[in-house]
């Protein structure tokens, strides 16, 4: 069979992505390849299809549980022969699997990094014919990843140790051009080929606000979103909580998710969430990897995350139907300084790595947190703000994100840099440097216990702003630092100091000015696009969901609500008609396609009788 018969046969679609294609011919040639393609962009194809086509069975490394049930789980109902090994598992349940895969029953065989180090599995690999070995997640291998787990760093003597080598491919969605050499290295990919499809996903939607009262916003959020399935990120556990119990409180459809709660908890809310039960999950950063709902029409973070790409990792969740959808951020102040508390004391140090390698990353992780404070407070076009930190280059003005969406004048605010800055400066010749919010109660007049204590209530620019809000001033102080007049520093505690451009705005008299909103663009809201047939439409969803408690498996399992459309659209009248609509492999068309043709005739003969 060809690639593409395969991809019909199992998939359902007639050809590859543009994307896809070089991935898959290289792989059944038997080179090394790395992937760097965004969240629903089809990697799993780009290993699934090789893996079908090659003798023996495919190693894939994946990180999660949760991701490896849902990918056997997916595989299975396209009629592959697919399995994994978790800890979850029974011992006699994983006996089974092993001898099964003893036997070469499995196309594809699933295990978490930490099963290689195990001698029993490490056996059975050196036994079984690989096919290829796919590394999921591969930004897990990097320090610099957003996500580094020590275990993906034994990949390398496991691949070592195999009596034949067969090719690797490693696949990400998030990794920046260090990242990727990190892969290469640590992986000990050979001359691989490497393909970066872009990380732009043109449904999605990015919103930045900055609202006076977190809890009613999100309320007034959810009440505008009635119906739809959405994903609220927290950065605590007990954030989580809060929130899960106002939404509760308020009886939205709610469920939680975060390491805090019980095994048994975490999988009914996961459960709960994919079979639609719930229409809102809130959660920590423990859920969502690998995670293929496709009906996802909105992610919310409800505090700023650490670094840029967990929120893109995260917010790329929505909208993989290919539908619009939205991804909105929730900033506050304080979100800073609880990031930063969690990255210097949460950090969980590895066996594997000494004093000064856990410095370094460290240092990288308030880097990264620096770019993700900027991300929500520039007032440049956010989309293009993420494609730039990828490395990637994007046009000015997208259209359809929040600053884009808002009516910007520019400002003159030089009297009042000339003000913060000049305190910064007074401040340093008594040898003094303070943080922001130090800052901002001398320049407001405050006489707080530190700034007395310190006998800064002296200083000749002592309330020198004493009629502006303190938004205001960090609006404007944040601006000079973005600007490059003033620097944040932020080795021990961030403080504010003079830079080498400094002189510019209290010596040169340099104008100053800062972009300030005159207008913003409603509360954004997913728009659904209307099915041919309403009346058909549900009798289709009806139907898939019977399939689908049948099975065991979520109703997009079966068919997603797209391809439901498509077939409320034609209207197939056989089941070779059916298999004719993209996305409906020849597997399922086979085994469920009786039952939607069934459908359509009973409807339309309800319709005209």
């Known amino acids: 069979m060809t690639p593409e018969a395969v991809l019909k046969q199992y998939f359902g679609y007639d050809t590859f992505r543009s994307s896809q294609k070089p991935l898959v011919m290289r792989l059944l040639a038997g080179q090394d390849v790395l992937g760097v393609m965004p969240t629903g962009a089809g990697k799993s194809v780009c290993y699934q299809v090789p893996a079908l086509m090659r003798q023996g069975t495919a190693l894939v490394v994946s990180p999660l ?78 320090q610099w990843g957003q996500d580094f787990r020590p275990s993906y760093l034994h990949l390398a003597e496991f691949l070592q140790e195999l009596p034949s080598r067969p090719p690797v491919c490693a696949f990400t969605a998030t990794a920046t051009e260090r990242v990727r050499q990190d892969i290469v290295r640590l992986l000990g990919l050979q001359d691989p080929f490497l393909l970066v499809s872009g990380f732009d996903r043109p449904n999605l939607r990015f919103f930045v606000s900055q609202p006076t009262d977190k809890r009613s916003a999100l309320l007034a959020e959810l009440a505008a979103r009635q119906g739809q399935s959405g994903i609220v990120y927290c950065l605590t556990r007990k954030q989580v909580d809060d929130v899960y119990g106002v939404l509760r409180a308020r009886n939205f459809a709610a469920a939680r998710y975060h390491a805090g709660l019980d095994a048994e908890v975490r999988r009914q809310a996961q459960e709960d969430f994919l079979y639609d039960r719930v229409r809102v999950l809130v959660a920590t950063n423990a859920f969502g990897m690998g995670i293929d709902k496709p009906n996802i029409s909105f992610v919310l973070h409800y505090s700023m995350p650490t670094d840029l790409e967990s929120y893109y990792q995260e917010a790329g969740r929505a909208g993989r139907d290919g539908r619009e959808a939205d991804c909105i951020l929730y900033y506050e102040p304080a979100d800073w300084r609880m990031c930063r508390f969690l990255i210097e004391n949460n950090r969980a140090l590895s066996d594997d790595l000494d004093e000064a390698q856990s410095r370094r990353i460290l240092e990288r992780d ?18 293009a703000c993420l494609l730039h930190y990828f490395g990637e280059s994007a046009p000015s003005y997208c259209g359809g994100c929040s600053n884009c969406g808002t009516h910007w004048a520019w400002k003159d605010e030089t009297l009042d840099a000339q003000k913060i800055v000049s305190c910064v400066f007074r401040l340093g010749q008594r040898g003094r440097a303070v943080g922001k919010r ?59 100091q003079l830079n080498g451009r400094s002189g510019e705005i209290i010596k ?31 009798a289709l969803q009806e139907t898939c969901a019977r399939l689908a408690a049948r099975a065991g498996v979520p109703a997009f399992a079966i068919l997603s609500d797209t391809i439901l459309m498509e077939i409320c659209k034609r209207q197939p009248r056989s089941i070779r008609e059916l298999e004719q609509i993209a996305g409906i492999p020849a597997y399922k068309a086979k085994r469920y396609g009786a039952a939607f043709v069934d459908c359509i005739s009973a409807y339309q003969r309800k319709r005209h009788t």
Do not use: N
């Open 65 to 142: 549980i949760s991701l490896m049930h849902d990918q056997v789980r997916t595989l299975q109902q396209a009629g592959i022969a697919a399995a994994c090994l978790t800890s979850a598992q029974s011992a006699e349940e994983r006996a089974r699997i092993l001898q099964a895969a003893r036997q070469g029953r499995y196309r594809l065989l699933y295990a978490a990094p930490e099963r290689l180090h195990t001698q029993g599995f490490r056996a059975l690999c050196q036994k079984l014919p690989l096919s290829l070995v796919a590394v999921d997640e591969a930004h897990c291998v990097s």
């Open 438 to 496: 130090f800052l901002i109660e001398i320049l407001r007049g405050e006489r707080t216990e530190r700034v007395t204590a310190s006998g800064l209530d002296t200083l000749s620019t002592f309330g020198i702003m004493q009629d502006c809000s303190a938004y205001h001033i960090q609006y404007v102080l944040d601006c000079l630092i973005a600007q490059g007049y003033l620097t944040c520093r932020a080795e021990d505690l961030p403080v504010i």
């Open 508 to 538: 040169k008299h340099m104008p100053f000015s800062v972009k300030a909103p005159k207008g913003v663009r409603a509360v954004p809201v997913r728009t659904t696009e209307a099915p041919a047939d309403v009346g058909l439409f549900a």
């Open 366 to 383: 308030l880097e990264r947190l620096r770019r993700m404070r900027w991300y929500t407070q520039t007032t440049d076009c956010l989309r």
